[in-house]
């Protein structure tokens, strides 16, 4: 059993009705890849705000008896027997990476949980204490600065710059409906604008927000369902550009497919963006699992590219991406590439407690590292069903004991003392500062 310093904080469970309380005598409890941790305010902090908190249904809630010093799954709740407890979990805000997940044992009609990060949570001196490292302090997606009188005027305001914009009307809808912060902050004028363009992925990602074959994982938004045009696109990048000083536009969101298959429209788009302005970053999130397209793209005015991964091991990435006509390799191979034209090159590193921290991935992340050394690792935290991923991910490649995420944190910075961590894709402006210190404690 793990520990860590600072005093014990309470389990939390929430009953049928999703009325959330601590339980007296006993201690919240992290999960990393089966391993358990009874959680101290060491490991934790104040929940963030904006997180979320959710009742695991069909799932048993694993905490720590205070009076036997043992481990225990709940079938009810020991203050008022006869009442069923399930686990609690924290959706936690951006910028903030998960050190443990929710504690918890499946019941037998167990399905795949939605599309989220489980975090592990508990109860301390009056409030919520989440088990989560900060690792990006800017407030880019802070709900506190989107209210919502401001994005509804800034879609009126769009609506007259860009009248019979598709694109535009598509950034409406996940800003209004979905609520997604990137959508909310092209209509407030504020950091990075979201470009979203490809219908289309040659990977079939057990995570995919926005498309899921079967009924086993509900989606949480819907893909776009047009291709822009490249004018289309690039108005919406010039009005966010000329607007937002140090501004980000991105290729490549939850709400389409691979933005590499979408080539035939980002080129010209990007093109007629550059003939416009030199000003702002164009950047494009993406499997990087064509470098041939994104040669093109870079000598269009692509300035940076951010490359997902759930894993630097390929039996992980080909168990989690499932790629379609593209290889491992070719991932590598576009990294390689942005690097030798000179491109910043940033890592959204899908964080999983119990793989990404254990010792075959850390060894096999510090070789990568060495050999692919990339600006930026954006530290997310990987939104499926946590014991679903551990059973994938350990029939794929060896999984040893987890060492801690604080524990690799430190070691990567200690071995790339250059290597930046975060969370959002940086302006150019920002692409050779020195890494921010992190703070681990």
């Not at 902050?185 to 979203?196: C, K, S």
């Not at 080129?267 to 950047?283: C, D, F, H, M, S």
């Not at 494009?284 to 759930?310: K, W």
């Not at 801690?404 to 290597?419: H, S």
Request: hydrophobic residues 40%; charged residues 20%.
């Amino acid at each position: 059993m793990a520990k860590a310093g600072g005093g014990p904080i309470a389990a939390v469970v929430a009953n049928e009705r999703g009325e959330i309380f601590d339980l007296d005598g006993y201690g919240a409890v992290g999960m990393a890849g089966g391993h358990l941790t009874l959680l101290q305010t060491g490991d934790t902090r104040k929940l963030p705000f904006g997180s979320e908190l959710m009742r695991l249904p069909d799932r048993l809630p694993i905490v720590y008896n205070r009076s036997t010093g043992e481990f225990e799954a709940l079938t009810e709740n020991p203050m008022l027997p006869g009442e069923a407890v399930f686990p609690v979990a924290a959706f936690n805000s951006p910028g903030y990476l998960l050190t443990h997940v929710s504690a918890f044992r499946e019941g037998p009609r167990a399905a795949y949980l939605p599309l989220f990060s489980y975090g592990a949570v508990g109860w301390w001196r009056g409030g919520f204490r989440s088990a989560v490292l900060q690792v990006d302090r800017e407030p880019r997606q802070d709900l506190r600065r989107m209210p919502p009188r401001q994005v509804a005027a800034g879609v009126r305001k769009m609506r007259t710059i860009l009248p019979g914009n598709r694109l535009r009307a598509h950034l409406e809808h996940c800003a209004l409906v979905y609520g997604c912060p990137a959508g909310k902050n092209f209509f407030l004028g504020r950091y990075e604008a979201p470009l979203p363009a490809s219908r289309y992925c040659n990977a079939r990602c057990l995570g995919c927000l926005s498309l899921q074959p079967g009924e086993n994982v509900p989606q949480s938004q819907d893909r776009i369902a047009f291709t822009p045009d490249p004018e289309e696109i690039a108005a919406v990048a010039l009005a966010h550009i000329q607007r937002v000083k140090h501004s980000v536009v991105s290729f490549g969101q939850g709400c389409e497919g691979d933005p590499l298959l979408a080539a035939e429209v980002i080129e010209p788009a990007i093109r007629l963006i550059r003939a416009r302005t030199a000003a702002g970053t164009i950047n494009m999130n993406t499997n990087a699992s064509r470098p041939e397209v994104l040669e093109v793209l870079f000598a269009a005015g692509l300035d940076s590219v951010r490359v997902s991964l759930n894993s630097v091991r390929k039996a992980c990435y080909e168990a989690y991406f499932r790629p379609r006509d593209y290889r491992f390799e070719d991932v590598l191979a576009s990294v390689e590439l942005a690097k030798r034209l000179g491109k910043f090159v940033s890592l959204n590193y899908l964080n999983c407690p119990g793989v990404t921290d254990s010792p075959e991935e850390f060894k096999a992340f510090k070789s990568f590292l060495g050999s692919h050394p990339v600006g930026l690792i954006q530290w997310r935290n990987l939104n499926f069903d946590p014991l679903r991923y551990w059973r994938l991910m350990a029939a794929a490649a060896p999984q040893g004991p987890p060492m801690g995420v604080k524990a690799l944190l430190a070691g990567l910075r200690k071995r790339f003392p250059d290597l930046g961590f975060g969370y959002f894709n940086p302006p150019k402006e920002r692409f050779h500062l020195p890494p921010a210190p992190l703070a681990l404690e």
